[in-house]
C-alpha cells in the first residue's frame, strides 16, 4: 500500500496509464512510459497553504486599491497572490525519473498492477449484476 502522498498520485497515475493504454487497443506499457509519468510532488498541506496564502494576497490587493487608489502598487500585489494560488493548483509536478531515488519503483509498478486489477474485477462484477 502506497505510504506517501506522491507514492499514491504515481499509482493513480499508473492506474490512468492503463486505462488509456487499454482504451488504445491494448498498446504495452514500458518502463519508460512510467517513469516518463508527471505527478504533482507539492503535498496537499502546502497546496491548502499556497492558496489559503495567494487568496489572502489577493484580499491584501484589493483593500490596498480601495486604501491607496494606487493601480501599479495594487495590480502588483494581485499578480503576486494570483500567481501564488496558481502554483497551489500547478501542484509543481515533476517525472517519476526524477523522482527515481525517493520511491522504489518496483514496489511502486507491482502496486499499480493490483489496484489496477482491483478495478477491473469490481467493474466486471457490477456489470454482471
Avoid at 4 to 12: F, G, H, P, Q, S
Avoid at 50 to 64: D, F, P, Q, R, T
Avoid at 72 to 101: C, E
Amino acid at each position: 500500500m502506497a505510504k506517501t502522498y506522491l507514492e499514491r498520485r504515481i499509482v493513480k497515475s499508473g492506474i490512468e496509464l492503463c486505462e488509456d493504454r487499454i482504451r488504445m487497443k491494448g498498446t504495452t506499457i514500458s518502463a519508460d512510459d512510467l517513469r516518463g509519468m508527471t505527478v504533482r510532488t507539492l503535498s496537499p498541506a502546502g497546496q491548502v497553504v499556497y492558496s489559503v496564502i495567494g487568496v489572502v494576497i489577493v484580499g491584501l490587493a484589493l483593500w490596498i486599491h480601495s486604501e491607496i487608489t494606487n493601480m501599479a502598487l495594487s495590480v502588483m500585489v494581485l499578480l503576486m497572490g494570483f500567481s501564488n494560488f496558481l502554483y497551489a493548483i500547478h501542484g509543481r509536478p515533476k517525472t517519476v525519473a526524477v523522482l527515481g531515488d525517493s520511491v522504489d519503483l518496483m514496489d511502486l509498478t507491482a502496486e499499480i498492477v493490483n489496484e489496477f486489477v482491483k478495478q477491473a474485477d469490481s467493474r466486471i462484477e457490477s456489470k454482471e449484476r
